[in-house]
Protein backbone atom coordinates (compact mmCIF):
# COMPACT_ATOMS: atom_id res chain seq x y z
CA UNK A 1 0.00 0.00 0.00
CA UNK A 2 1.15 3.68 -1.39
CA UNK A 3 -1.02 5.54 1.76
CA UNK A 4 -1.21 9.22 1.07
CA UNK A 5 -2.44 12.85 1.93
CA UNK A 6 -4.04 13.77 -1.46
CA UNK A 7 -5.71 17.67 -0.73
CA UNK A 8 -5.73 16.77 3.14
CA UNK A 9 -7.79 13.61 2.52
CA UNK A 10 -6.46 9.99 3.33
CA UNK A 11 -5.53 8.57 -0.35
CA UNK A 12 -4.43 5.34 -1.86
CA UNK A 13 -1.74 5.59 -4.51
CA UNK A 14 -2.24 2.83 -7.26
CA UNK A 15 -0.03 3.35 -10.18
CA UNK A 16 -1.06 6.83 -11.38
CA UNK A 17 -4.12 7.15 -9.82
CA UNK A 18 -5.70 8.23 -6.14
CA UNK A 19 -8.22 6.86 -4.55
CA UNK A 20 -10.19 8.54 -1.24
CA UNK A 21 -9.73 6.19 1.27
CA UNK A 22 -13.09 7.81 2.99
CA UNK A 23 -15.07 7.01 0.23
CA UNK A 24 -13.79 3.56 -0.58
CA UNK A 25 -14.55 2.19 2.82
CA UNK A 26 -17.66 3.96 3.19
CA UNK A 27 -16.51 6.07 6.32
CA UNK A 28 -15.05 3.55 8.06
CA UNK A 29 -11.36 4.90 7.51
CA UNK A 30 -11.30 8.70 8.66
CA UNK A 31 -10.89 11.05 6.30
CA UNK A 32 -7.88 12.60 8.38
CA UNK A 33 -4.56 11.55 7.12
CA UNK A 34 -3.46 11.27 11.17
CA UNK A 35 -6.33 10.21 12.25
CA UNK A 36 -6.10 7.14 9.53
CA UNK A 37 -2.62 6.14 10.53
CA UNK A 38 -3.39 6.26 13.95
CA UNK A 39 -6.43 3.87 13.93
CA UNK A 40 -7.38 2.42 10.92
CA UNK A 41 -3.67 1.56 9.42
CA UNK A 42 -5.07 -2.24 9.07
CA UNK A 43 -7.92 -1.64 7.80
CA UNK A 44 -6.39 0.00 4.52
CA UNK A 45 -4.01 -2.48 4.54
CA UNK A 46 -6.82 -5.00 4.02
CA UNK A 47 -8.69 -2.18 1.68
CA UNK A 48 -5.87 -1.96 -0.72
CA UNK A 49 -5.05 -5.89 -0.92
CA UNK A 50 -8.62 -5.91 -2.32
CA UNK A 51 -8.37 -4.38 -5.11
CA UNK A 52 -11.91 -3.42 -5.97
CA UNK A 53 -11.58 0.13 -5.65
CA UNK A 54 -13.60 2.78 -8.77
CA UNK A 55 -13.19 6.69 -8.50
CA UNK A 56 -10.19 7.09 -8.70
CA UNK A 57 -8.51 10.73 -9.97
CA UNK A 58 -4.84 11.02 -11.39
CA UNK A 59 -2.11 11.90 -9.18
CA UNK A 60 -1.25 14.89 -10.86
CA UNK A 61 -4.17 16.09 -10.64
CA UNK A 62 -4.47 16.56 -6.40
CA UNK A 63 -2.14 18.05 -4.26
CA UNK A 64 0.14 15.95 -2.01
CA UNK A 65 0.91 16.82 1.42
CA UNK A 66 2.43 15.40 4.29
CA UNK A 67 1.40 11.80 4.22
CA UNK A 68 1.00 12.04 8.31
CA UNK A 69 0.58 16.15 8.90
CA UNK A 70 0.70 15.80 12.50
CA UNK A 71 2.65 13.07 14.24
CA UNK A 72 2.82 12.98 18.17
CA UNK A 73 6.94 12.70 18.32
CA UNK A 74 9.78 12.57 15.76
CA UNK A 75 12.75 11.12 16.23
CA UNK A 76 15.79 12.13 14.65
CA UNK A 77 18.71 9.88 14.53
CA UNK A 78 22.48 11.25 14.45
CA UNK A 79 25.46 9.75 13.07
CA UNK A 80 23.89 6.77 12.02
CA UNK A 81 26.13 6.32 8.48
CA UNK A 82 30.06 5.74 8.86
CA UNK A 83 31.09 7.95 6.03
CA UNK A 84 28.70 10.89 7.40
CA UNK A 85 30.33 10.60 11.03
CA UNK A 86 33.41 11.20 9.96
CA UNK A 87 32.40 13.79 7.61
CA UNK A 88 31.12 15.22 10.73
CA UNK A 89 33.93 14.85 12.56
CA UNK A 90 32.29 13.60 15.51
CA UNK A 91 33.10 9.81 15.28
CA UNK A 92 31.09 6.90 14.76
CA UNK A 93 28.80 7.00 17.83
CA UNK A 94 28.38 3.12 20.00
CA UNK A 95 24.70 4.63 21.35
CA UNK A 96 22.15 6.66 18.43
CA UNK A 97 22.33 9.78 19.29
CA UNK A 98 18.15 10.47 19.06
CA UNK A 99 17.25 14.27 19.08
CA UNK A 100 13.65 15.50 18.24
CA UNK A 101 12.22 17.45 15.31
CA UNK A 102 9.42 19.09 16.87
CA UNK A 103 6.17 17.74 14.94
CA UNK A 104 5.29 21.26 13.16
CA UNK A 105 8.62 21.41 11.67
CA UNK A 106 6.35 18.82 8.87
CA UNK A 107 5.62 19.81 5.56
CA UNK A 108 5.05 18.24 1.99
CA UNK A 109 7.22 16.40 -0.22
CA UNK A 110 6.73 19.21 -2.78
CA UNK A 111 6.24 22.18 -0.39
CA UNK A 112 8.86 25.23 -0.05
CA UNK A 113 11.17 24.85 2.70
CA UNK A 114 11.43 28.36 4.16
CA UNK A 115 14.87 29.59 5.08
CA UNK A 116 14.00 31.34 8.39
CA UNK A 117 14.92 35.25 8.88
CA UNK A 118 17.62 35.99 10.81
CA UNK A 119 18.68 31.88 10.79
CA UNK A 120 19.44 31.64 6.59
CA UNK A 121 23.07 31.50 6.20
CA UNK A 122 23.87 27.68 7.18
CA UNK A 123 20.93 25.86 6.60
CA UNK A 124 21.71 21.82 5.00
CA UNK A 125 19.76 19.46 3.82
CA UNK A 126 20.18 15.12 4.90
CA UNK A 127 18.40 12.95 3.00
CA UNK A 128 16.80 10.00 5.42
CA UNK A 129 14.91 7.07 5.63
CA UNK A 130 11.91 7.31 7.99
CA UNK A 131 9.73 4.59 9.07
CA UNK A 132 6.69 5.10 10.92
CA UNK A 133 5.34 3.29 13.99
CA UNK A 134 2.32 0.85 13.46
CA UNK A 135 1.43 -0.93 16.73
CA UNK A 136 4.45 0.18 18.68
CA UNK A 137 4.69 -0.47 22.01
CA UNK A 138 7.51 -0.70 25.31
CA UNK A 139 10.70 -3.03 25.10
CA UNK A 140 10.16 -3.94 21.93
CA UNK A 141 12.99 -6.67 20.78
CA UNK A 142 15.29 -6.78 17.97
CA UNK A 143 13.24 -10.15 16.55
CA UNK A 144 10.04 -7.94 16.85
CA UNK A 145 10.53 -4.68 15.55
CA UNK A 146 9.54 -4.90 12.03
CA UNK A 147 6.19 -6.05 13.53
CA UNK A 148 5.70 -2.89 15.25
CA UNK A 149 6.27 -0.81 11.79
CA UNK A 150 3.53 0.42 9.38
CA UNK A 151 5.86 1.31 6.95
CA UNK A 152 9.06 3.67 5.31
CA UNK A 153 8.40 7.08 3.81
CA UNK A 154 11.30 9.35 2.72
CA UNK A 155 12.26 12.85 4.73
CA UNK A 156 14.56 15.94 4.88
CA UNK A 157 16.02 16.22 8.10
CA UNK A 158 16.53 19.99 7.18
CA UNK A 159 19.27 21.51 9.73
CA UNK A 160 20.10 25.17 10.59
CA UNK A 161 24.08 24.17 11.71
CA UNK A 162 24.75 27.19 13.65
CA UNK A 163 21.93 26.83 16.13
CA UNK A 164 22.31 22.93 16.04
CA UNK A 165 25.71 23.16 17.33
CA UNK A 166 25.50 26.20 19.60
CA UNK A 167 25.72 25.68 23.44
CA UNK A 168 26.16 21.88 24.50
CA UNK A 169 25.10 20.76 20.44
CA UNK A 170 21.23 20.04 21.80
CA UNK A 171 20.04 19.18 18.23
CA UNK A 172 16.68 19.95 18.49
CA UNK A 173 16.31 23.28 18.30
CA UNK A 174 17.65 23.81 14.92
CA UNK A 175 16.51 20.96 13.10
CA UNK A 176 12.71 22.43 14.26
CA UNK A 177 11.83 25.36 12.36
CA UNK A 178 8.93 25.61 10.49
CA UNK A 179 8.90 23.37 6.71
CA UNK A 180 12.22 21.96 8.15
CA UNK A 181 11.08 18.18 7.72
CA UNK A 182 9.57 17.35 4.58
CA UNK A 183 8.25 13.71 4.40
CA UNK A 184 6.10 11.71 2.04
CA UNK A 185 4.90 11.76 -1.13
CA UNK A 186 3.77 7.96 0.52
CA UNK A 187 3.91 6.01 3.40
CA UNK A 188 5.23 2.34 2.14
CA UNK A 189 3.56 -0.96 3.87
CA UNK A 190 6.40 -2.82 4.58
CA UNK A 191 4.59 -5.96 1.89
CA UNK A 192 5.98 -3.64 -0.75
CA UNK A 193 9.36 -3.36 0.00
CA UNK A 194 12.10 -6.09 -0.81
CA UNK A 195 14.82 -5.39 1.61
CA UNK A 196 15.00 -2.10 3.84
CA UNK A 197 17.68 -2.52 4.73
CA UNK A 198 19.25 -2.39 1.02
CA UNK A 199 17.47 0.91 0.04
CA UNK A 200 19.61 3.74 -2.20
CA UNK A 201 19.36 7.14 -0.85
CA UNK A 202 19.80 9.68 -2.96
CA UNK A 203 19.77 13.41 -3.08
CA UNK A 204 20.35 15.98 -5.25
CA UNK A 205 20.73 19.84 -4.99
CA UNK A 206 19.79 21.54 -8.22
CA UNK A 207 20.39 18.70 -10.50
CA UNK A 208 24.01 17.50 -9.15
CA UNK A 209 24.42 14.35 -6.92
CA UNK A 210 25.36 15.08 -3.55
CA UNK A 211 24.64 11.88 -1.65
CA UNK A 212 23.81 8.54 -2.84
CA UNK A 213 24.29 5.70 -0.45
CA UNK A 214 22.51 2.43 0.91
CA UNK A 215 20.93 1.83 4.04
CA UNK A 216 23.12 -1.03 4.00
CA UNK A 217 26.14 1.33 5.25
CA UNK A 218 24.02 2.49 8.22
CA UNK A 219 25.48 1.68 11.75
CA UNK A 220 22.15 0.95 13.45
CA UNK A 221 19.89 -0.93 11.34
CA UNK A 222 15.65 -0.31 12.04
CA UNK A 223 15.25 -3.37 14.16
CA UNK A 224 18.12 -1.85 16.61
CA UNK A 225 16.29 1.55 16.52
CA UNK A 226 13.40 0.12 17.64
CA UNK A 227 14.91 -1.97 20.65
CA UNK A 228 17.13 0.92 21.42
CA UNK A 229 13.80 4.02 21.41
CA UNK A 230 11.32 1.32 22.82
CA UNK A 231 13.31 0.32 25.63
CA UNK A 232 12.91 4.26 26.84
CA UNK A 233 9.66 5.24 25.77
CA UNK A 234 6.51 4.05 24.17
CA UNK A 235 6.43 3.94 20.62
CA UNK A 236 3.38 5.17 19.29
CA UNK A 237 0.91 4.62 15.94
CA UNK A 238 2.22 7.59 13.59
CA UNK A 239 5.22 8.39 15.24
CA UNK A 240 7.88 8.99 13.18
CA UNK A 241 11.97 8.07 13.33
CA UNK A 242 14.35 9.65 10.98
CA UNK A 243 17.46 6.87 10.88
CA UNK A 244 20.30 9.68 9.76
CA UNK A 245 21.47 10.73 6.62
CA UNK A 246 24.22 9.47 4.62
CA UNK A 247 27.57 11.46 3.28
CA UNK A 248 27.26 14.49 1.12
CA UNK A 249 25.90 17.06 3.42
CA UNK A 250 26.59 20.69 2.90
CA UNK A 251 28.48 21.12 6.18
CA UNK A 252 31.20 18.18 5.63
CA UNK A 253 32.15 19.82 1.72
CA UNK A 254 35.01 22.09 1.62
CA UNK A 255 34.40 24.95 1.06
CA UNK A 256 30.84 24.44 3.08
CA UNK A 257 27.87 25.17 0.85
CA UNK A 258 24.45 25.83 2.81
CA UNK A 259 20.88 26.10 1.30
CA UNK A 260 20.29 29.88 -0.49
CA UNK A 261 17.16 31.34 -2.07
CA UNK A 262 15.80 29.43 -5.12
CA UNK A 263 17.76 26.04 -4.79
CA UNK A 264 15.92 22.68 -5.40
CA UNK A 265 16.46 19.54 -3.69
CA UNK A 266 15.45 16.10 -4.65
CA UNK A 267 15.20 13.31 -2.28
CA UNK A 268 14.64 10.31 -3.66
CA UNK A 269 15.08 6.43 -2.26
CA UNK A 270 14.37 3.48 -4.16
CA UNK A 271 11.51 1.84 -4.34
CA UNK A 272 9.65 4.16 -1.90
CA UNK A 273 9.12 7.56 -4.05
CA UNK A 274 11.04 11.07 -4.38
CA UNK A 275 10.31 14.52 -3.23
CA UNK A 276 11.19 18.18 -4.70
CA UNK A 277 11.89 20.96 -1.93
CA UNK A 278 12.46 24.33 -3.34
CA UNK A 279 14.13 26.52 -0.86
CA UNK A 280 12.54 30.48 -0.27
CA UNK A 281 13.34 33.24 1.98
CA UNK A 282 10.72 33.95 4.86
CA UNK A 283 8.29 36.33 3.73
ZN1 LIG B 1 19.52 13.76 10.22
Known sequence: ????????????????????????????????????????????????????????????????GPPIPRPRAIFGIGLNFRKHAEESGMGVPDVPPVFTKFPTSICGPFDDIVLPAGHAETVDWEAELAFVVGSGGKKISREAAWDSIAGLTVAQDISERTLQMAGARQFSMGKSFDTFCPIGPAIVSLDEITDPSDLRITCKLNGKVVQDESTSDMVFDIPELVAFLSSVLPLRPGDLCLTGTPSGVGMGMNPKVYLRDGDVIDTEIAGIGGMRNRCVPEA
Open 1 to 64: MRFVNADGRSGLLVADQVFDLAEASGGAISADPTEAVFANWDAALRLSQDGALSGGRPVDNVQL
